[in-house]
């Protein structure tokens, strides 16, 4: 059963969403047409999403439906494992995914994340600690930065 467009209203704009029965497929930014598919899925994300920008969520649980090579896969499911408020360099992320001298590589796998935000690609910063790309730009990834740190539960 498809649904309507479905869109989340953010601080950092109308944020699509895109899912299929077996998870969620896409977060797509202002603009980006596509916005639809599994109802249950989508009230799931939406709620989630949701929580996170209210800064009541710093995880996600929500079923994916990841499509890319093994290594885009496994790069992507990485950036869950970046704690909420702390970024990493892409030579970091490399090494913990066993392939050190693919810090490129890991780059051009973040670029085509399909899940910004629930597969939290802005953590990775460049490794002077500079912010480098991202698809909603870097105003929207300094903003998701300092929202996670102005968040972050203090032990």
């Not at 399909?114 to 690609?121: A, E, F, H, R, T």
Request: one cysteine or more; hydrophobic letters at 40%.
């Amino acid at each position: 059963m498809q649904s309507s467009e479905v869109h989340v209203d953010t601080p950092v704009g109308p944020l699509g969403l895109l899912a299929s029965e077996r998870g969620l497929r896409r977060i797509l930014w202002p603009g980006e047409p596509g916005a639809g598919g599994d109802p249950v899925v989508l009230a799931a994300a939406v709620q989630q999403l949701t929580e996170y920008f209210a800064g009541a969520r710093t995880t996600f649980a929500l079923p994916l439906e990841l499509e890319g090579t093994d290594f885009q896969r496994r790069a992507w499911l990485a950036l869950a494992e970046i704690p909420y408020g702390e970024t990493r360099s892409y030579g970091e992320q490399a090494r913990r995914l066993g392939v050190p001298r693919a810090a490129r590589a890991v780059g051009a796998a973040n670029g085509a994340n399909p899940l910004p935000i629930v597969l939290p690609c802005h953590r990775l910063v460049g490794a002077d600690g500079s912010l480098t790309g991202f698809g909603g730009g870097l105003d929207v990834k300094r903003w998701l930065l300092e929202h996670e740190s102005a968040t972050t539960p203090r032990a």
